[in-house]
């Protein structure tokens, strides 16, 4: 059974950064797509950053294009996201999900982590 563990979240001020870091264990990273999702509180849980088994392919929301960067590394078992640029707007619960391909709806992937807070604020 694969687990999912986000980290890395926090308290920053607009146009800070933040690395989020979401730990793999239970198998081997190669074998999923990866993507990360946000939820504000209030509302639906929305796609961010995705990123194929390979780290070849990577796709982003507009809202956060030129600002997020995901990667990962398999030897790690560990995917990132780098924030820079953060805005109140990015305030959320962030969450690490493994799929077989990059999906932007949530109910394609089988596996999810518990989350980790954003807050960006002065």
């Known amino acids: 059974q694969l687990q999912l563990v986000e980290s890395g979240g926090g308290l920053v001020q607009p146009g800070g950064s933040l690395r989020l870091t979401c730990s793999v264990s239970?198998?081997?990273?190669?074998?999923?797509?990866m993507g990360w999702f946000l939820q504000a509180p209030g509302k639906e849980r929305v796609f961010v950053a995705g990123?194929?088994?390979?780290?070849?392919?990577?796709f982003y929301a507009d809202a956060v294009k030129g600002r997020f960067t995901i990667s990962r590394d398999n030897a790690k078992n560990a995917v990132y996201l780098q924030m820079n640029s953060l805005k109140p707007e990015d305030t959320a619960v962030y969450y690490c999900?493994?799929?077989?391909?990059?999906?932007?709806?949530?109910?394609?992937?089988?596996?999810w982590g518990q989350g980790t807070q954003v807050t960006v604020s002065s």
């Open positions: 990123i194929d088994w390979s780290g070849g392919d990577r």
């Open positions: 999900a493994a799929g077989s391909g990059v999906y932007v709806r949530d109910m394609d992937y089988p596996y």
């Open positions: 239970g198998s081997s990273l190669d074998y999923y797509a």
